[in-house]
């Protein structure tokens, strides 16, 4: 059973570019969440999302970010425009939505560079 | 945004030491979990806690979720090498659908052999 799968594993863009970052999660798990790392701190709630519904998007920021979890295919986090400041680590986690969502499962993230 | 207090912030010890270290919340949580991560990997969950008061272990590993839900401590016994990474610290309050981890700012861990 493959763990949640986050492609690409670095992502380069130059300011004003489109950043897409891919995350499937664990086969059987419905729920996905959102997470940014800067260095040397922790993470930072972006998003969770469940099949085709966004759930709870308070740590979004308000323009150029965007998630969506369609009903097949993996999880999409979007961020349009982007600047310096969006270079960070991007970490998706995946949970069954049963039982305890405590158990989520993370990815190896993305890194982003904006450069 | 919220965060925890995470300490200490970083620790250099020699191999079979014991280590211990914390976290702190203002506001309460039902859940605290501990994770590990290493240099470009994601955050590895170690152990979860559930109720107030709670202590438990998982090898050489133990933590406690303490009984103001405010907060909690982990320890690690006879360090090896391999425990060099960064800690951290979650809280989760899972009311409706509040689902977010709340994150400390991680105890990096250095172990001399």
């Known amino acids: 059973n493959a763990g949640v799968m986050q492609n690409p594993r670095h992502l380069v863009r130059r300011r004003g570019q489109e950043a897409r970052l891919r995350c499937s999660p664990m086969?059987?798990?419905?729920?996905v969440y959102w997470y940014r790392q800067l260095p040397e701190e922790g993470l930072k709630f972006m998003v969770y999302l469940q099949k085709e519904n966004i759930i709870d998007e308070s740590g979004m920021p308000k323009e150029r970010f965007s998630a969506e979890f369609p009903k097949e295919g993996p999880s999409i986090l979007r961020i349009q425009q982007v600047v310096r400041g969006d270079s960070a680590a991007y970490f998706c986690?995946?949970?069954?939505?049963?039982?305890?969502?405590?158990?989520?499962?993370f990815g190896q993230g993305t890194r982003l560079t904006v450069v | 945004g919220q965060q925890l207090n995470q300490s200490p912030q970083s620790m250099f010890i020699q191999e079979g030491e014991d280590v211990s270290m914390n976290c702190t919340s203002s506001s309460i949580f039902n859940t605290w979990l501990w994770y590990k991560q290493e240099p470009g990997e994601g955050p590895v969950l170690l152990i979860a806690?559930?109720?107030a008061g709670e202590l438990t272990s998982n090898g050489r590993l133990t933590a406690q979720f303490g009984i103001t839900r405010k907060d909690s401590f982990l320890n690690i016994s006879a360090s090896i090498p391999s425990d060099v990474g960064i800690y951290f610290c979650a809280g989760q309050l899972r009311a409706g659908n509040n689902r977010k981890l709340i994150w400390g700012l991680g105890t990096s861990l250095a172990v001399n052999p």
């Open positions: 086969k059987g798990h419905s729920h």
């Open positions: 986690a995946s949970s069954p939505g049963t039982g305890t969502d405590t158990e989520a499962f």
């Open positions: 806690l559930y109720k």
